[in-house]
């Protein structure tokens, strides 16, 4: 679980490709503080697994489910990346909750400055507009950030200058393609809403949950 919270850019040192993966590694330092073998490093908004470990660099196995649903196959060395532990238990919660699974990329259509802001309009699918909402939460390659405009075929964000020049938002151009990741809960309120009723037996025959019911779903 991440927070959208960016610890530091990191650069690509390597893509190396296989028949229909690959394996990343990154030059580093913040993100490499007390990591382990096993841990998980969002990378653009990817969780990915450290599977070699180095004083300055680490590298991570990319599936072929990855690189097709994310931008990490477009990446090559010099790439800069936002990077950012798994959260830590005991640790501030800035962003929103970020599972580093991404739900589609989408492409930089707008960038305009307004005073000390910088407003990106991003091109999205109508599957990841669905599930966007004004002042709601989306994290872009691995970014928390908060829709400032909506419509049926794009969303907008307004940048503070922290946040830009922190992330890699500073380098992006128009046309550039990002990774998003809508809010996790909304998801699943969608699934728990279009799911099929349960059988009139599990219930009460007034309607109401049952201790039996409950139980039989998990609770």
């Known amino acids: 679980m991440f927070t959208g919270i960016v610890e530091e850019i990191g650069t690509v040192r390597a893509l190396r490709r296989g028949a229909h993966s690959a ?126 405009r909506l419509t049926d075929a794009d969303f907008a964000v307004s940048i503070i200058p922290h946040t830009r020049a922190e992330t890699t938002l500073s380098l992006k151009r128009v046309g550039d393609e990002v990774n998003l990741e809508t809010d996790m809960v909304g998801k699943y309120v969608e699934r728990f809403l279009g799911a099929p009723l349960p059988p009139p037996s599990a219930t009460a025959e007034s309607g109401g949950i049952t201790q039996a019911f409950l139980t039989a779903h998990g609770f």
Request: with cysteine.
């Open 23 to 148: 394996v990343l590694s990154i030059d580093a330092r913040t993100v490499l503080e007390r990591t382990r073998l096993g841990d998980s490093i969002a990378v653009n908004g990817v969780c990915l697994t450290v599977t070699s470990l180095g004083a300055t660099q680490f590298s991570a196995d990319v599936m072929h489910e990855t690189l097709r649903r994310s931008n990490l196959g477009a990446l090559h060395a010099g790439s800069p990346v936002n990077l950012e532990r798994a959260m830590a238990a005991d640790g501030r919660f800035g962003g929103h909750l970020v599972s580093g699974h991404i739900d589609a990329v989408g492409t930089i259509r707008r960038i305009q400055r307004d005073d000390n802001a910088v407003w990106y309009t991003i091109g999205a699918d109508a599957t990841a507009l669905r599930h966007i909402i004004m002042k709601g939460s989306i994290a872009i390659d691995g970014i928390s950030l908060t829709v400032a």
